[in-house]
Protein backbone atom coordinates (compact mmCIF):
# COMPACT_ATOMS: atom_id res chain seq x y z
CA UNK A 1 0.00 0.00 0.00
CA UNK A 2 2.79 2.18 0.93
CA UNK A 3 4.38 1.82 -2.83
CA UNK A 4 1.21 1.63 -4.62
CA UNK A 5 -0.25 5.26 -2.78
CA UNK A 6 3.86 6.72 -3.41
CA UNK A 7 3.14 5.79 -7.01
CA UNK A 8 -1.01 6.50 -8.02
CA UNK A 9 -1.21 9.05 -4.53
CA UNK A 10 -4.06 8.81 -2.66
CA UNK A 11 -6.20 6.13 -5.53
CA UNK A 12 -3.61 3.62 -4.74
CA UNK A 13 -4.16 3.67 -1.31
CA UNK A 14 -7.64 3.45 -1.91
CA UNK A 15 -7.38 0.71 -4.51
CA UNK A 16 -5.12 -1.63 -1.85
CA UNK A 17 -8.03 -0.67 0.79
CA UNK A 18 -10.79 -2.05 -1.50
CA UNK A 19 -8.78 -4.99 -1.92
CA UNK A 20 -8.29 -5.91 1.93
CA UNK A 21 -11.39 -8.20 2.07
CA UNK A 22 -9.93 -10.14 -0.69
CA UNK A 23 -7.22 -11.24 1.19
CA UNK A 24 -9.34 -12.17 3.99
CA UNK A 25 -11.23 -14.42 2.19
CA UNK A 26 -9.06 -16.44 0.78
CA UNK A 27 -6.86 -16.95 3.71
CA UNK A 28 -9.78 -17.82 5.69
CA UNK A 29 -10.61 -20.55 3.66
CA UNK A 30 -7.28 -21.83 3.50
CA UNK A 31 -7.01 -21.76 7.27
CA UNK A 32 -10.36 -23.19 7.44
CA UNK A 33 -9.58 -26.43 5.87
CA UNK A 34 -5.28 -26.38 7.06
CA UNK A 35 -6.09 -25.75 11.07
CA UNK A 36 -9.13 -28.02 10.91
CA UNK A 37 -7.76 -31.13 9.25
CA UNK A 38 -3.83 -30.38 10.49
CA UNK A 39 -5.79 -30.65 13.98
CA UNK A 40 -7.34 -33.68 13.28
CA UNK A 41 -3.88 -35.34 11.51
CA UNK A 42 -2.19 -34.74 14.77
CA UNK A 43 -5.32 -35.57 16.98
CA UNK A 44 -5.27 -39.44 15.05
CA UNK A 45 -1.49 -39.74 14.85
CA UNK A 46 -1.62 -39.25 18.53
CA UNK A 47 -4.64 -41.06 19.86
CA UNK A 48 -4.52 -43.64 17.34
CA UNK A 49 -0.75 -44.04 16.54
CA UNK A 50 -2.29 -44.21 12.78
CA UNK A 51 -0.80 -42.32 10.44
CA UNK A 52 -2.44 -43.88 7.44
CA UNK A 53 -5.78 -42.34 9.12
CA UNK A 54 -4.41 -39.25 9.69
CA UNK A 55 -3.47 -38.74 5.99
CA UNK A 56 -6.72 -39.54 5.25
CA UNK A 57 -7.51 -36.06 6.96
CA UNK A 58 -4.62 -34.82 5.41
CA UNK A 59 -6.08 -35.48 1.80
CA UNK A 60 -9.52 -34.68 2.78
CA UNK A 61 -8.06 -31.05 3.24
CA UNK A 62 -6.46 -31.01 0.29
CA UNK A 63 -9.60 -31.88 -2.06
CA UNK A 64 -11.81 -29.43 0.02
CA UNK A 65 -8.65 -26.87 -0.94
CA UNK A 66 -8.63 -27.22 -4.18
CA UNK A 67 -12.82 -27.43 -4.09
CA UNK A 68 -13.08 -23.96 -2.41
CA UNK A 69 -9.97 -22.98 -4.56
CA UNK A 70 -11.83 -23.36 -7.89
CA UNK A 71 -15.42 -21.71 -6.09
CA UNK A 72 -13.53 -18.92 -5.34
CA UNK A 73 -11.46 -18.39 -8.47
CA UNK A 74 -14.48 -18.76 -10.63
CA UNK A 75 -16.30 -15.88 -8.53
CA UNK A 76 -13.37 -13.95 -8.70
CA UNK A 77 -13.05 -14.16 -12.92
CA UNK A 78 -16.69 -13.60 -13.64
CA UNK A 79 -17.93 -11.41 -10.21
CA UNK A 80 -15.09 -9.21 -10.19
CA UNK A 81 -16.48 -5.77 -10.50
CA UNK A 82 -19.26 -6.89 -8.01
CA UNK A 83 -17.10 -8.30 -5.16
CA UNK A 84 -14.85 -4.74 -5.86
CA UNK A 85 -17.95 -2.88 -5.49
CA UNK A 86 -19.20 -4.16 -2.79
CA UNK A 87 -16.09 -3.77 -0.53
CA UNK A 88 -16.09 -0.16 -1.37
CA UNK A 89 -15.19 0.52 -4.57
CA UNK A 90 -16.60 3.43 -6.62
CA UNK A 91 -16.06 3.84 -10.60
CA UNK A 92 -12.88 5.83 -10.11
CA UNK A 93 -11.14 2.80 -7.89
CA UNK A 94 -12.03 0.03 -9.78
CA UNK A 95 -10.08 -0.02 -12.82
CA UNK A 96 -7.30 0.24 -10.22
CA UNK A 97 -8.22 -2.40 -7.76
CA UNK A 98 -8.98 -4.64 -11.16
CA UNK A 99 -5.51 -3.70 -12.63
CA UNK A 100 -4.02 -5.41 -9.14
CA UNK A 101 -6.25 -8.34 -9.21
CA UNK A 102 -4.91 -9.62 -12.85
CA UNK A 103 -2.12 -11.70 -11.65
CA UNK A 104 -3.99 -12.60 -8.12
CA UNK A 105 -6.81 -14.26 -10.75
CA UNK A 106 -4.11 -16.37 -12.27
CA UNK A 107 -2.91 -17.76 -8.61
CA UNK A 108 -6.05 -17.76 -6.37
CA UNK A 109 -5.10 -21.61 -5.33
CA UNK A 110 -1.66 -20.68 -4.14
CA UNK A 111 -3.25 -18.53 -1.49
CA UNK A 112 -5.22 -20.85 0.12
CA UNK A 113 -2.93 -23.93 -0.78
CA UNK A 114 0.02 -21.58 1.62
CA UNK A 115 -2.37 -21.26 4.28
CA UNK A 116 -3.16 -25.19 4.46
CA UNK A 117 0.36 -26.61 4.18
CA UNK A 118 1.84 -24.25 6.68
CA UNK A 119 -0.45 -25.66 9.19
CA UNK A 120 -0.17 -29.10 8.10
CA UNK A 121 3.85 -28.51 7.73
CA UNK A 122 4.05 -27.14 11.70
CA UNK A 123 2.28 -30.31 12.68
CA UNK A 124 4.17 -32.48 10.60
CA UNK A 125 7.51 -31.60 12.54
CA UNK A 126 8.75 -29.02 10.38
CA UNK A 127 7.60 -25.66 11.77
CA UNK A 128 11.02 -24.30 10.29
CA UNK A 129 10.37 -24.92 6.81
CA UNK A 130 6.65 -23.38 6.65
CA UNK A 131 8.60 -20.13 8.69
CA UNK A 132 11.43 -19.96 6.25
CA UNK A 133 8.87 -20.07 3.72
CA UNK A 134 6.89 -17.25 4.20
CA UNK A 135 9.62 -15.35 5.36
CA UNK A 136 11.25 -15.53 2.24
CA UNK A 137 8.06 -15.12 0.49
CA UNK A 138 7.38 -11.66 2.57
CA UNK A 139 11.06 -10.84 1.18
CA UNK A 140 10.81 -11.11 -2.68
CA UNK A 141 7.49 -9.57 -2.27
CA UNK A 142 8.84 -6.34 -0.80
CA UNK A 143 12.15 -6.46 -3.26
CA UNK A 144 9.42 -7.05 -5.77
CA UNK A 145 7.23 -4.52 -5.49
CA UNK A 146 9.99 -1.71 -5.42
CA UNK A 147 11.16 -2.98 -8.76
CA UNK A 148 8.45 -3.65 -10.45
CA UNK A 149 6.04 -0.66 -8.89
CA UNK A 150 8.96 2.26 -9.60
CA UNK A 151 12.12 0.13 -11.42
CA UNK A 152 9.97 -1.18 -14.62
CA UNK A 153 7.26 1.60 -13.83
CA UNK A 154 4.44 -1.00 -13.65
CA UNK A 155 2.33 0.95 -10.84
CA UNK A 156 -0.13 -1.19 -9.31
CA UNK A 157 -0.01 -3.68 -11.88
CA UNK A 158 3.55 -4.02 -10.94
CA UNK A 159 2.53 -4.59 -6.94
CA UNK A 160 0.13 -7.42 -8.12
CA UNK A 161 2.51 -9.27 -9.78
CA UNK A 162 5.02 -9.44 -6.74
CA UNK A 163 2.31 -10.50 -4.44
CA UNK A 164 1.50 -13.86 -7.19
CA UNK A 165 5.23 -14.48 -7.59
CA UNK A 166 6.09 -14.20 -4.10
CA UNK A 167 3.30 -16.29 -2.99
CA UNK A 168 3.97 -18.83 -5.34
CA UNK A 169 7.97 -19.16 -4.07
CA UNK A 170 6.64 -19.73 -0.75
CA UNK A 171 4.36 -22.53 -1.90
CA UNK A 172 7.22 -24.39 -4.16
CA UNK A 173 9.40 -24.23 -0.96
CA UNK A 174 7.08 -25.91 1.35
CA UNK A 175 6.46 -28.61 -1.40
CA UNK A 176 10.26 -29.16 -0.43
CA UNK A 177 8.68 -30.90 2.62
CA UNK A 178 7.83 -34.22 0.75
CA UNK A 179 11.16 -34.47 -0.74
CA UNK A 180 12.64 -34.68 3.02
CA UNK A 181 12.60 -38.39 4.07
CA UNK A 182 11.18 -37.76 7.53
CA UNK A 183 7.67 -36.60 6.50
CA UNK A 184 4.92 -38.31 6.99
CA UNK A 185 2.01 -36.66 4.69
CA UNK A 186 0.83 -38.61 1.95
CA UNK A 187 -2.38 -38.36 0.00
CA UNK A 188 -4.57 -41.09 0.29
CA UNK A 189 -7.88 -41.92 -0.50
CA UNK A 190 -10.03 -40.96 2.02
CA UNK A 191 -13.06 -42.92 3.54
CA UNK A 192 -16.29 -41.19 4.96
CA UNK A 193 -15.53 -37.48 3.03
CA UNK A 194 -18.88 -36.21 4.19
CA UNK A 195 -18.16 -37.18 8.04
CA UNK A 196 -14.70 -36.02 7.07
CA UNK A 197 -15.71 -32.25 5.69
CA UNK A 198 -17.85 -31.85 8.68
CA UNK A 199 -15.08 -32.46 11.09
CA UNK A 200 -12.29 -30.50 9.08
CA UNK A 201 -14.79 -27.43 9.08
CA UNK A 202 -15.93 -27.59 12.62
CA UNK A 203 -12.58 -27.72 13.69
CA UNK A 204 -11.72 -24.99 11.90
CA UNK A 205 -14.71 -22.78 11.98
CA UNK A 206 -13.21 -20.33 14.82
CA UNK A 207 -9.95 -19.58 13.02
CA UNK A 208 -12.09 -19.32 10.10
CA UNK A 209 -14.29 -16.99 11.36
CA UNK A 210 -11.78 -14.82 12.99
CA UNK A 211 -10.29 -13.89 9.63
CA UNK A 212 -13.43 -13.73 7.51
CA UNK A 213 -15.19 -11.42 10.18
CA UNK A 214 -12.29 -8.91 9.76
CA UNK A 215 -13.00 -9.13 6.08
CA UNK A 216 -16.78 -7.83 6.61
CA UNK A 217 -16.01 -5.46 8.89
CA UNK A 218 -13.41 -3.83 6.59
CA UNK A 219 -15.79 -3.87 3.52
CA UNK A 220 -18.46 -2.39 5.93
CA UNK A 221 -15.67 0.19 6.86
CA UNK A 222 -14.28 0.92 3.81
CA UNK A 223 -18.12 1.52 2.65
CA UNK A 224 -19.10 3.91 5.46
CA UNK A 225 -15.82 5.81 4.67
CA UNK A 226 -16.58 6.38 0.89
CA UNK A 227 -19.83 6.99 1.27
CA UNK A 228 -19.29 9.84 3.65
CA UNK A 229 -15.93 11.21 2.81
CA UNK A 230 -14.22 9.71 -0.10
CA UNK A 231 -11.08 8.46 -1.73
CA UNK A 232 -8.52 10.59 -0.19
CA UNK A 233 -10.53 9.97 3.39
CA UNK A 234 -10.14 6.19 3.02
CA UNK A 235 -6.24 6.46 2.18
CA UNK A 236 -5.56 8.38 4.72
CA UNK A 237 -7.32 6.40 7.15
CA UNK A 238 -5.53 3.06 5.68
CA UNK A 239 -2.23 4.84 5.75
CA UNK A 240 -1.99 5.81 9.64
CA UNK A 241 -3.22 1.96 9.97
Not at 74 to 89: T, Y
Not at 115 to 144: C, E, H, W, Y
Request: charge should be positive; proline fraction near 3%; include cysteine.
Amino acid sequence: MIMVGQYHGPSGSAAMAVIAPVWNILYSFGLLTGIGGSILFSTSRGKCHNSERGNEYFSAAVIFTALLSAILWISLIFFEDQLLLLFGADHTLLPLAKKYLIPIKYTVPVFLFTQMLSAFLRNDSNPGLATKAVMLGGIINIAGDYLLVFTFDLGILGAGIATAFSASITLIVMLTHFFNSRHSLKLIRPTQLYAKARQIFTAGFSTFFIDIAMGILTMLFNRQIMRYSGTDALASLWRHC
